[in-house]
Nanobody, 126 residues
């Protein structure tokens, strides 16, 4: 059974950068699309970015486009999210997730993902 563990969160000033990692253990995730979601206090969890199993197809939410970049290293069984030009509204707990189906097209639908990590907190504040 696969487990996902996020890391890299923390407190950063507006305009700063962070790189989140999501390490998979137990089973390889190289054949699965992966995604990042986030949830701010009092709000629903929302899609941030998704990537295909091979890394050739990516999508990002409009709110983070041109600032965040999703990537993966299948040899290391790890998913990444590079976050630049961070804003206070990016403050949230960030979760990585694995798609239900092997080799499925990456999607922004939360219900398409069945394995989730515990999340890592990102706080953007001066």
């Amino acid at each position: 059974q696969v487990q996902l563990v996020e890391s890299g969160g923390g407190l950063v000033q507006p305009g700063g950068s962070l790189r989140l990692s999501c390490a998979a253990s137990g089973r390889a995730v190289s054949n699965y699309a992966m995604a990042w979601f986030r949830q701010a206090p009092g709000k629903k969890r929302e899609f941030v970015a998704a990537i295909s199993w091979g890394g050739g197809s990516k999508s990002h939410a409009n709110s983070v486009k041109d600032r965040f970049t999703i990537s993966r290293d299948n040899a290391q069984n790890t998913l990444y999210l590079q976050m630049n030009s961070l804003k206070p509204e990016d403050t949230a707990r960030y979760y990585c997730a694995r798609n239900r189906l092997s080799m499925a097209i990456p999607t922004s639908l939360e219900t398409s993902y069945d394995v989730w990590g515990q999340g890592t907190q990102v706080t953007v504040s001066s």
